[in-house]
């Protein structure tokens, strides 16, 4: 055991282990986090992709999984991340483009007032145009209430503590109140509906209904008539600020950067290379970790930024757990369905900037998902589409590819990729004919790929599904929803808890704030 004893151990150097850090570093307290591979920044950290043969071509780097994040203000102005590189928020709202199957395209921008979104849904549909800032008003509204509750601490139902729970509880409710009777309705009925019911109420164009609901599908195991899509809609439109991707400068390798400069300007220390193999547990008491060299480092806490399967029935091991709270962990749905296609290109695309989405109609969306629930690929792919700019003229098209499930049927995934990089193409170059010769490269990351490099269970960005039975108290698992688990000292601060999902921060900042009251 290292004679070098810390207060606190974080598992993994994501942007919720580095925002939990930031903040028990803040506090004074001495923290390690550790990083199995050797670059620090988890999902947001930059990859680089070799020429596709020795000699020939050229490699590039590129945000591999995120084109674009956000964390919230607040912990941006919390642990003074300004300082360091990092805007609060982008300067100007992106674009979201929707390719329409007749060659038009649909430009939104989460703005009532946006002339260019205006005139181009009125091309669609009158009605469509007069509802369109209501509906921007009613979304924003409900994005302030989500982000008010991932900002408050869930009880452990069924054991609620009215003494300490209770006030911030109230709070909420008081949050969900002010929307007013009609917003606060809408609301209410909004979390369970499924994108097809949720689009209906607001709008009769099929192609701005279609455009609305890939946002709420994205980076989610869901299709357009799935219950639920319209909390994950306004999930995601809570983290990207509306429909786009928000423009970072520097990408999202900005922020995990601007978190370990942070970290380490307050005293804490990151360690790359250090694959963590086992929590050390005495007598139900975490004590340190043991990495895979055989390095024990003793800690009074630790943290795991990793989902809660890696963490809970791999680095502890389920003889540590109550059986029904391992049975509970085994149930967490996981069930990643997403894979990158990267393209560094010449530039001569064609494709503008902004968030690009082929989705032409919410059944194309229903059918993708069929695809990917029974384990295929789906032949007609909802895709989602940024670039980005590198030296020398060159441009990296980076495609979302939602139909891709982890667990794929009848063929290995390495055997696959070259058909899906070819489909993810050829679905693109139908809107960009000048795609296919302007590619000079082209780097793939499949649901393998996340779950063995990222160690995402199954491929899920998130951790677990943003799912009804997956949300709030019920995150991960009801009854264990404060952060804490079965082991004394071992906290969960990744994606997978309550206020985790996307590139926000708060699940990271709301376990430290937990840590630091006990």
């Given amino acids: 055991m290292s004679t070098n004893t810390y207060d606190a151990i974080l598992i993994g150097t994501g942007h919720n282990g580095l925002v939990a850090a930031n903040y028990l ?212 439109w809570l983290n990207r600020g509306g429909l786009a991707h928000p423009a970072i400068a520097g990408g999202s390798a900005r922020i995990a950067d601007a978190l370990v400069a942070a970290l380490k300007s307050r005293g804490g220390e990151v360690r790359t290379g250090a694959e963590v193999a086992k929590i050390l547990v005495t007598h139900q008491q975490a004590t340190g970790v043991r990495l895979t060299g055989g390095e024990e480092i003793a800690a009074k806490l630790v943290l795991s930024g990793a989902d809660p399967k890696r963490t809970l029935l791999g680095l502890v091991g389920a003889v540590e757990l109550p059986p029904e709270f391992v049975w509970a962990t085994q149930s967490i749905r996981m069930r990643g369905s997403v894979a990158k296609i990267h393209l560094l290109t010449d530039g001569s695309h064609d494709i503008p900037t902004g968030t690009l989405v082929h989705a032409p109609t919410l059944k194309y969306l229903e059918r993708a998902f069929d695809a990917s629930k029974y384990g295929q690929i789906s032949e007609a792919p909802y895709l989602e589409v940024t670039t980005s700019s590198l030296e020398h003229g060159r441009n990296v098209v980076s495609i979302h590819f939602q139909s891709a499930p982890c667990a794929l049927r009848g063929a290995p995934w390495e055997d696959q990729r070259g058909h899906l990089e070819r489909l993810a193409i050829a679905t693109l170059a139908v809107h960009f004919p000048a795609l296919t010769s302007s590619i000079r490269e082209t780097a793939s990351i499949l649901p393998t790929d996340l779950e063995a490099t990222w160690s995402l269970t199954e491929g899920d960005l998130h951790h677990g599904q943003l799912q009804l039975d997956q949300m709030f108290f019920m995150r991960p698992i009801p009854g264990w929803s404060n952060h804490r688990t079965p082991i004394d000292g071992l906290w969960l601060c990744g994606s997978g808890v309550h206020g985790g999902g996307g590139i926000s921060g708060a699940s990271g900042r709301n376990a430290a704030k937990a840590v630091l009251k006990v």
């Fill in 25 to 236: 570093a803040k506090a004074g307290k001495k923290v390690l986090v550790l990083e199995r591979r050797d670059v620090a920044g988890g999902q947001l950290a930059r990859a680089s992709f070799p020429a596709a043969a020795a000699g020939a071509g050229e490699g590039f780097t590129v945000d591999p999984l995120h084109p674009g994040g956000m964390l919230r203000p607040d912990i941006v102005a919390d642990l003074g991340l300004m300082k360091f590189g990092l805007d609060v928020k982008p300067s100007s709202k992106s674009p979201c483009i929707a390719l329409l199957p007749s060659g038009g395209r649909l430009h939104l921008v989460a703005d009532g007032k946006n002339a260019a979104t205006l005139a181009s849904i009125r091309a669609l549909s009158a009605k469509d145009a007069e509802r369109w800032p209501a509906f921007v008003a009613f979304m924003d509204k409900a994005a302030g209430f989500l982000d008010a509750a991932y900002r408050t601490p869930m009880p452990r139902l069924p054991n609620v503590n009215l003494r300490k729970q209770g006030l911030p509880l109230a709070r909420l409710g008081w949050t969900l109140r002010r929307l007013g009777g009609r917003d606060m309705f809408g609301l209410i009925r909004a979390l369970s509906m499924s994108l097809v019911e949720f689009t209906e109420e607001w709008f009769e164009s099929e192609p701005l209904r279609a455009a609305i609901a890939a946002v709420g599908i994205h980076g989610h195991t869901l299709g357009s008539m799935s219950a639920g899509g319209g909390y994950t809609l306004i999930h995601n």
